[in-house]
């Protein structure tokens, strides 16, 4: 039979897509730890992986044990992550109702966006930050106005101020520490923004490697404020994927109805939980690192064309100076010493690498590595 010509032929999938779907960047993968194995010729285990921020030491001992012997991985999670969120309101001095788990920090920031933004609604972005407020923006057919950060990557506030006021945007994004200069925002420009007439993002995934408080217990007090923290840093769970956040009262009743059911695993929920129950564990890890991060700083200072920027987190940016090309000391470090540093393609930090601080040994196979370059 012949196709009715008053039918439109079918010639593609994308003729299905949303428009705005059109527009999103194409799919950079990011290459897990086999395919790095592989591509430089080393064993798993002789690569020094500090290009994601993630944690050495991983967690403690009872998350192995835990994940070992769970009881019902037959049956699905609990779509309240009940036992965990307790722990948090606990810990957090936040009340239960206030708290709701993601599958990632990373999660939260698509379902908060998801259920504020309507096509066309515009969020702030203070770059150079975490890229997934713009990544997620995208997906959701808003539109990102840019208000970049001054030097020294304070938070510009009179911008931000400005952009609210013309642009009537829905929500801020703020991250402190920042990533990926590890600065962090000041207690006043922090209360200037949050008296603006807009929602108000603070990602706080590295705040347990600042010498300052979380203000989770903040969404308290301001019904335009979101904290959001997670397991991935910190508590070396990067891998389990979980993290949280703090959501006005009014606002999480809408989060949850949009929310996957089974969004965190069971797997994950246990590892969380099993993690909290050993805060000298962690405590020990995050010092750790505080004081390797301080280390590395100091060594980063010694290589003649590298510029550090002080940092609260467990990276430290650096400008790459003398003429060098940053891209190639990025390559350079992967292919001869196998050591992986974070490069970035954007054009205003092309001339830079960020460093997660890893093992002592670590900073000196890099520092080695730096000066033989
Ligand atoms: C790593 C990171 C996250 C994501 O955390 P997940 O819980 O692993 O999704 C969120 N925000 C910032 C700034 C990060 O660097």
């Not at 299905?16 to 010729?41: D, N």
């Not at 706080?204 to 979380?214: K, L, R, V």
């Not at 959501?247 to 590892?271: C, G, H, T």
């Not at 940016?317 to 891209?327: C, F, I, S």
């Amino acid at each position: 039979m012949e196709p009715s010509t008053s039918e439109p032929a079918i010639t593609s999938g994308t003729q299905f897509l949303r428009k705005h779907m059109l527009k999103l960047a194409p799919y950079t993968p990011i290459e897990p730890f086999e395919v790095l194995s592989a591509r430089y010729g080393r064993k798993p285990e002789d690569i020094i992986k500090l290009d994601a921020n993630e944690n050495p030491y991983g967690p403690p001992p009872e998350v192995r044990q835990a994940l070992g012997s769970l009881s019902f991985p037959h049956i699905y999670p609990d779509p309240e992550t009940r036992a965990l969120r307790r722990a948090l309101a606990e810990m957090n001095n936040v009340p239960i109702e206030n708290l709701l788990v993601g599958c990632g920090a990373d999660e939260l920031i698509d379902l908060l966006m998801r259920c504020v933004l309507e096509p066309g609604d515009l969020i702030v972005d203070c770059p150079p930050t975490f890229t997934m407020y713009c990544f997620d923006a995208d997906v959701n057919d808003a539109r990102v106005v840019t208000v970049p950060r001054l030097p020294g990557f304070r938070i510009d506030v009179e911008g931000v101020r400005r952009a609210v006021q013309e642009h009537k945007p829905k929500a801020v994004f703020l991250t402190s520490p920042n990533n990926p200069d590890g600065s962090m925002i000041s207690e006043a420009d922090l209360l200037s923004i949050l008296a603006l007439p807009v929602l108000v993002v603070l990602d706080e995934a590295y705040i347990e490697f600042s010498s300052e408080q979380s203000r989770i217990a903040w969404v308290n007090k301001y019904p335009n404020l979101v904290v959001l923290r997670t397991f991935s840093k910190s508590a070396a769970l990067a891998g389990l994927r979980v993290g949280y956040g703090a959501f006005p009262r009014d606002m999480i009743e809408y989060l949850w109805r949009a929310k996957q059911p089974y969004n965190v695993s069971v797997a994950a929920e246990v590892a969380a939980c099993a993690a909290l129950t050993n805060m000298p564990y962690l405590n020990q890890v995050r010092d750790a690192l505080v004081s390797e991060r301080d280390r590395l700083f100091a060594r980063l200072q010694e290589v003649p064309f590298l510029e550090p920027y002080p940092s609260h987190a467990n990276f430290i940016l650096a400008k790459v100076t003398g003429g060098r090309d940053a891209k190639a000391v990025k390559d350079a470090l992967a292919q001869q010493h196998g050591i992986m540093v974070r490069h970035y393609a954007k054009k205003e930090l092309s001339g830079y690498i960020r460093v997660s601080v890893g093992r002592p040994e670590h900073t000196d196979k890099l520092i080695d590595a730096l000066k033989q370059l």
